[in-house]
């Protein structure tokens, strides 16, 4: 790894925290199901269906998926109705009132973007969707952060 390099746990925080986030905004104010299983990982309104394919599925990427979600929770970026841990199961996960307004921002760094004024979680959707390369999603990930130690 070179001195700029981003570690790939880092690089694949950033994935999930961009997908993490572009669903809840996309599906606010419904808590979303999210569970992980050996195909990948699965997302659902309900909790009695197994629900669609999320996110990538390598094994690296799909055994980060829960340290990610768990460090998102403990931040209070979102927030899970589970009491415990659930063994790659994450029931009832919302944004929590700092998560939905760092997504309702548009962050000065990007703000200046050729006069863009679409809100952090349009725009993290709008990546995840095209399947944005990782500089970008990136560069979200620091928005998001970086405006929130503010």
């Known amino acids: 790894?070179?001195?700029?390099?981003?570690?790939?746990?880092?690089?694949?925080?950033n994935l999930w925290a961009a997908w993490i986030a572009a669903r809840?905004?996309?599906?606010?104010?419904?808590?979303?199901?999210?569970?992980?299983?050996?195909?990948?990982?699965?997302?659902?309104?309900?909790?009695?269906?197994?629900?669609?394919?999320?996110?990538?599925t390598?094994?690296?990427?799909?055994?980060?998926?829960?340290?990610?979600?768990?460090?998102?929770?403990?931040?209070?970026?979102?927030?899970?109705?589970?009491?415990g841990p659930l063994d790659g199961h994450f029931p009832l996960v919302e944004l929590t009132e700092r998560g939905f307004s760092i997504l309702s921002e548009v962050p000065t760094s990007i703000a200046s973007e050729e006069g863009s004024t679409k809100p952090l979680g349009t725009r993290m959707s709008e990546a995840v969707v095209s399947q944005?390369?990782?500089?970008?999603?990136?560069q979200l990930i620091k928005s998001l952060f970086g405006h929130a130690s503010k």
């Open 24 to 56: 809840l905004w996309e599906e606010f104010p419904h808590p979303q199901f999210f569970s992980v299983h050996r195909d990948g990982v699965h997302v659902s309104r309900d909790f009695r269906v197994l629900g669609e394919s999320f996110g990538p």
């Open 1 to 13: 790894m070179t001195k700029l390099d981003v570690p790939r746990g880092v690089q694949s925080f």
């Open 58 to 83: 390598d094994r690296e990427s799909v055994e980060d998926f829960a340290p990610s979600m768990n460090w998102l929770i403990s931040e209070h970026y979102l927030r899970s109705g589970r009491s």
């Open 132 to 138: 944005a390369p990782q500089l970008v999603l990136s």
